[in-house]
């Protein structure tokens, strides 16, 4: 799927007009043909982790509830807390991505048209502005990158200590 993807954004790309083409930089056009696999590939992984997080939270719902009613209600009310908590953090994770992605695309951009003018670059001595001009562009991707992965990485701990405490529930209250 991923290398389908590559051929048809690459295929769409050829059939712009030249007067459409001629409006995107060179870096805009390669980062977007080859971000086309990375988004398929992220696609897929979620896609895959929320049919198999629906079918565990079907099989742990119905082990729970022929356990103990009671322990079923203290687990949907944990639940509901953790969907709000992803509801408040899925868009702020959304908005970072799509500026990760500018980001990027600025970055590849950026070194994609330095390379292209290496010999303008070297002819007026901006190797130096060039390098920190990149090194900037790089600098705002890192942060984002940074707070991505602390928005990210909220979720997984919370999961993590609200299936234990269910399962101490479980062990405790049987």
């Known amino acids: 799927v991923q290398t389908q993807m590559t051929h048809r954004v690459f295929g769409h790309i050829l059939s712009f007009s030249f007067p459409c083409a ?18 398929v590939s992220i696609q897929i992984n979620l896609w895959s982790g929320l049919v198999t997080g629906a079918l ?29 908590l992803q509801r ?14 500018e980001g990027a695309i600025e970055v590849s951009k950026d070194m994609t048209e330095s390379i292209q003018a290496l010999r303008v670059v070297h002819t007026f001595g901006h190797q130096r502005s060039t390098i920190l001009r990149i090194q900037q562009l790089q600098g705002v991707v890192h942060r984002l990158l940074q707070k991505k992965a602390l928005y990210s990485n909220i979720l997984a701990p919370v999961n993590s200590s609200l299936t234990m405490l269910i399962l101490g529930g479980i062990v405790t209250g049987k």
Do not use: F, M
């Open 88 to 101: 408040y953090l899925l868009p702020r994770i959304s908005a970072l991505s799509i500026q990760l992605t």
């Open 56 to 84: 565990l939270v079907l099989t742990y719902g119905a082990t729970l509830l022929t356990l103990s009613i009671p322990l079923s209600i203290v687990a949907l009310g944990l639940a509901l807390g953790l969907i709000g």
């Open 22 to 39: 001629s409006r995107y930089k060179l870096g805009d056009l390669t980062s977007y043909i080859n971000g086309a696999a990375g988004t």
